[in-house]
């Protein structure tokens, strides 16, 4: 189970006021004087889904967070992994 700390923190220090995610920009590192907490809690987002493929756009890594999703999804219908299609 992802703790709720992990959850605050992912609203609290990568998405912009209001919860909107900058969808373009959370691939990236920031700058640390200007946003301290952004890096190491991007960090733990990416130990937490460790299961996901390296290059996985960042996108689907709080997606499993959110959906309580603890290993990459396996399709139905054909036994392999599923491809994220982040649009």
């Known amino acids: 189970m992802?703790?709720?700390e992990l959850k605050n923190g992912i609203y609290q220090n990568l998405?912009?006021?209001g919860r909107r995610q900058t969808l373009?920009?959370?691939n990236e590192d920031r700058d640390v004087k200007m946003y301290p907490l952004f890096n190491s809690t991007k960090r733990k987002v990416e130990n937490a889904t460790?299961?996901?493929p390296e290059d996985i756009d960042f996108n689907a890594?709080?997606?499993c967070i959110e959906n309580?999703?603890?290993e990459h999804p396996i399709c139905l219908y054909c036994?392999?992994?599923v491809k994220w299609?982040?649009?």
């Open 24 to 26: 373009n920009k959370l």
């Open 50 to 52: 460790s299961f996901l």
């Open 15 to 17: 998405f912009k006021k």
């Open 79 to 81: 036994g392999e992994r």
């Open 85 to 87: 299609n982040s649009k």
């Open 68 to 70: 309580q999703i603890y």
């Open 2 to 4: 992802y703790s709720e």
């Open 61 to 63: 890594r709080i997606y």
